[in-house]
């Protein structure tokens, strides 16, 4: 079948479990989105964004869409050995556009209000299901360089207070790049943090060549430039270097870009890939489907690839 990127993908998977099954919400939803732009539109023209009532939007649509994510949670996702194949075909021999199929409206979020402020208060929670972080856990013990390998140094973007790394894991260097501090001091794998809006500024704070690994859990769907975030990938990669994007159908449904909230999880697969391949700088990136348990917990998706050695 043909998305709507004009790519063609195998197979579509049902995803974000917790949104699709309900479809008079999603109606609801749209016309929220619509007032809120009328708000900003408003708020724009008069020098004058009522603030209280945006946020006021943004938080009962924030509540509807994770109520109904509890509800449900991964559940309905009818996952299968084929499914899981689709998930894993969906990069292969991609005849990519010309031109990056996504526009600026693509990037939009329900809440365009300073990711600063939705991450203000620290949330020392997880994610993912514990299956699905066991499943990702396993995957870097199985990719990610020996533990206290000299020289090696790795960025953790868009981390928190877990990295999810193997137990005990240590390199000289691990950076990790979030929103809150209070979140990423905890984080007992980093030797160092950076706290930087990558949708304000996506220039990353390192010399090019430095890292080994970049990971991004869970969080590669609020990036509203990914491509300016994956040039700086490349750059600060060292030549060879891996980059592990990994995913699930679970997400801050407020913060996510519309192009992730309207689509599935084979399209997120797609989209990730494509960031990869427009970026430019990498080896056709690749999808893994590690979901632990189809159908009874997070499903879990990688999509990786390696700076070009001679890059
Ligand atoms: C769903 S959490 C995932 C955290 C962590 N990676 C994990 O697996 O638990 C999303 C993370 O993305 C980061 N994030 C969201 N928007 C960001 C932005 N604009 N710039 C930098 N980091 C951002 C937040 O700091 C937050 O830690």
Redo the contacts with the bound molecule.
Sequence with gaps: MANRFGIKLQNRLPSLAGVYPFSAPITTTNSVIYSYKKLRIVGKRRAFIPRRVVIGIGISVWSQFMGMAANVGGKSFMASASQKSAIEQVLKNVEWPEQFPFRDEDFQRFDESP?TLF?EMPRFV??IDDQAIAALTKYYSEVLPPSNAPGVAIL?????W???YPAGYKQERIVG????EE?LKRNPVLTEYVV?????NPKLPFGDNTFDVIT????VD??TKPLDVFKEMSRVLKPGGLAIMSFSNRC?FT?AISIWTSTGDADHVMIVGSYFHYAGGFEPPQAVDISPNPGRSDPMYIVYSRKIATA
């Design positions: 990711d991450y997880t994610h953790d973007m868009c981390s928190s877990v990295s999810h790049m979030g929103l809150n979140e930087q809006d990558l949708n304000n991004n859990v869970v969080s609020y990036l801050f913060k």
